[in-house]
T-cell receptor, first 111, second 114 residues
Framework: ETGVTQTPRHLVMGMTNKKSLKCEQHLGHNAMYWYKQSAKKPLELMFVYNFKEQTENNSVPSRFSPECPNSSHLFLHLHTLQPEDSALYLC??????????FGQGTRLTVV | SQKIEQNSEALNIQEGKTATLTCNYTNYSPAYLQWYRQDPGRGPVFLLLIRENEKEKRKERLKVTFDTTLKQSLFHITASQPADSATYLCALGGGSGNTGKLIFGQGTTLQVKP
């Protein structure tokens, strides 16, 4: 275990559904991240949060909406997704000059 | 644009041999480079971090080198074991205090045969 917990581990949703992914870390880190990993593609950074403030959005479509209520929790709200959004969504946290700690990911399938 | 290439998608070696994985990058001047291991269906796990002013880092059977002139990192696993079979990811970062903001390569899948 890395200290970063993601729920759910698997999610199947229809294109008209609304769902949320949750990430939690108790490592005392001030930075949290969402990454997307599609089949045969490198991990892509989606959002960066530092001290609860969003500091980066890598041109992510608005159907993905992040939320960071405190420095230990990060959410990714999903609505009206497309089948091509099916992927492994990974949350990570980091503090100072340490390495990034990743969660186990949520395997999302959009049908 | 920034680009990272890991030398091959797959590498097969015999148990006991040294595995060498390559990471090349262009259009980027990273402050540090990280290597991660990823098993199927799981998140990446950190292995080693090397900074731009360091040439080499070691941890147990792992060794990483970083050549900022060649824009290349080499990752070695000595005395490889079947349990080392996994996908290895190279990642570059540039900002102090934001070491989770990374650009990843596509990964090399290592298969160690007994």
């Amino acid at each position: 275990e890395t200290g970063v917990t993601q729920t759910p581990r698997h999610l199947v949703m229809g294109m008209t559904n609304k769902k949320s992914l949750k990430c939690e870390q108790h490592l005392g880190h001030n930075a949290m991240y969402w990454y997307k990993q599609s089949a045969k593609k490198p991990l892509e950074l989606m959002f960066v949060y530092n001290f609860k403030e969003q500091t980066e959005n890598n041109s992510v479509p608005s159907r993905f909406s992040p939320e960071c209520p405190n420095s230990s929790h990060l959410f990714l709200h999903l609505h009206t997704l497309q089948p091509e959004d099916s992927a492994l969504y990974l949350c990570a946290s980091a503090g100072g000059d340490t390495e990034a700690f990743f969660g186990q990911g949520t395997r999302l399938t959009v049908v | 644009s920034q680009k990272i290439e890991q030398n091959s998608e797959a590498l097969n070696i015999q148990e006991g041999k040294t595995a060498t994985l390559t990471c090349n990058y262009t259009n980027y001047s990273p402050a540090y480079l990280q290597w991660y291991r990823q098993d199927p269906g799981r998140g990446p796990v950190f292995l080693l971090l090397i900074r731009e002013n360091e040439k080499e880092k070691r941890k147990e059977r792992l060794k990483v080198t970083f050549d900022t002139t060649l824009k290349q990192s080499l990752f070695h696993i000595t005395a490889s074991q079947p349990a080392d079979s996994a996908t290895y990811l190279c990642a570059l970062g540039g900002g102090s205090g934001n070491t989770g903001k990374l650009i990843f390569g596509q990964g090399t899948t290592l298969q160690v045969k007994p």
